[in-house]
T-cell receptor, first 111, second 111 residues
């Protein structure tokens, strides 16, 4: 049972490039989340989804887009990467909002 | 809206000493409360949760926390520290489908 899997684990981008982070869960969870973690800031919610085909904004949504075309997958996109988006990104899923199960993170550096 | 304050970004204890990590919340109604632990280069793991019922909650690895409504607190304790519990700890609160995290407390354990 893999739980929550994030792809890729590491990535370096140049300013202005685009990329998509993939999150996959095999627990049949309805809810999925994307967070970013920065030193001294805790985890901040970017976007979340309460079911297939739905998305909602979190605390820090600007510069990101998401899609939930399949129940098991939640994609996070950066259309034009900026150095301020250098961070560790975590995906999480849950059955009914909580508790949330987390992936191991994607470390993204933008030069 | 809800918020979480973790007192102390770093807490240092000696091996065998009591661990006390402080968390205070702000919420208009009684929330659900959580403690998560994060080891280096890993995602967050659920330590324990309070939803309803007994206010003293026991979690994994000998941790426990007590919900005190009158003090709006949910402090995490462990009677005797071990090197293996050195990690970052996050308190979180929810009223629905999303979590609000504190900024985290790094627990340092010295021999």
């Amino acid at each position: 049972n893999a739980g929550v899997t994030q792809t890729p684990k590491f990535r370096v981008l140049k300013t202005g490039q685009s990329m998509t982070l993939l999150c996959a869960q095999d627990m049949n969870h309805e809810y999925m989340y994307w967070y970013r973690q920065d030193p001294g800031m805790g985890l901040r919610l970017i976007h979340y989804s309460v079911g297939e085909g739905t998305t909602a904004k979190g605390e820090v949504p600007d510069g990101y887009n998401v899609s939930r075309l399949k129940k098991q997958n939640f994609l996070l996109g950066l259309e034009s990467a900026a150095p301020s988006q250098t961070s560790v990104y975590f995906c999480a899923s849950s059955y009914a909002g909580q508790p949330q199960h987390f992936g191991d993170g994607t470390r993204l550096s933008i030069l | 809206a809800q918020s979480v304050t973790q007192l102390g970004s770093h807490v240092s204890v000696s091996e065998g000493a009591l661990v006390l990590l402080r968390c205070n919340y702000s919420s208009s109604v009684p929330p659900y409360l959580f403690w998560y632990v994060q080891y280096p280069n890993q995602g967050l793991q659920l330590l324990l949760k309070y939803t309803t019922g007994a206010t003293l909650v026991k979690g994994i690895n000998g941790f426990e926390a007590e919900f005190k409504k009158s003090e709006t607190s949910f402090h995490l304790t462990k009677p005797s520290a071990h090197m293996s519990v050195a990690a970052e700890y996050f308190c979180a609160v929810t009223l629905g489908s999303t979590l609000t995290f504190g900024k985290g407390t790094m627990l340092l354990v010295s021999p």
